[in-house]
Nanobody, 116 residues
Framework: QVQLVESGGGLVQAGGSLRLSCAAS????????MGWYRQAPGKQRELVAE???????NYADSVKGRFTISRDNAKNTVYLQMNSLKPEDTAVYYC??????????WGQGTQVTVSS
């Protein structure tokens, strides 16, 4: 089992910044992928960004150039630096962990609200 604890959400004005953190604990595999997804009201959950244990990254087109994902393998923690936030970034952001067997674990979600 893997437990994920997210932090860093909140309310920010358009153009502002927030930094999300997600700490993983439990049965951590050396090879894994951690990422952030988001779900806005009435919409499907979508990928925001993900990063492998080898530091390869993948971003949704809508956040490229504004968001940066990074990780600290020693702390089993992934970060999402969100800059130039837009109202359409408003959503619940979920952390996801995928181990070497492709088992998936999700965090409880953290609300990000961007006011115009």
């Amino acid at each position: 089992q893997v437990q994920l604890v997210e932090s860093g959400g909140g309310l920010v004005q358009a153009g502002g910044s927030l930094r999300l953190s997600c700490a993983a604990s439990g049965s951590i595999s050396r090879t894994n992928t951690m990422g952030w997804y988001r779900q806005a009201p009435g919409k499907q959950r979508e990928l925001v960004a993900e990063i492998t244990s080898g530091a390869s990254t993948n971003y949704a087109d809508s956040v490229k150039g504004r968001f940066t994902i990074s990780r600290d393998n020693a702390k089993n923690t992934v970060y999402l630096q969100m800059n130039s936030l837009k109202p359409e970034d408003t959503a619940v952001y979920y952390c996801k962990y995928v181990n070497s067997f492709q088992w998936q674990y999700w965090g409880q979600g953290t609300q990000v609200t961007v006011s115009s």
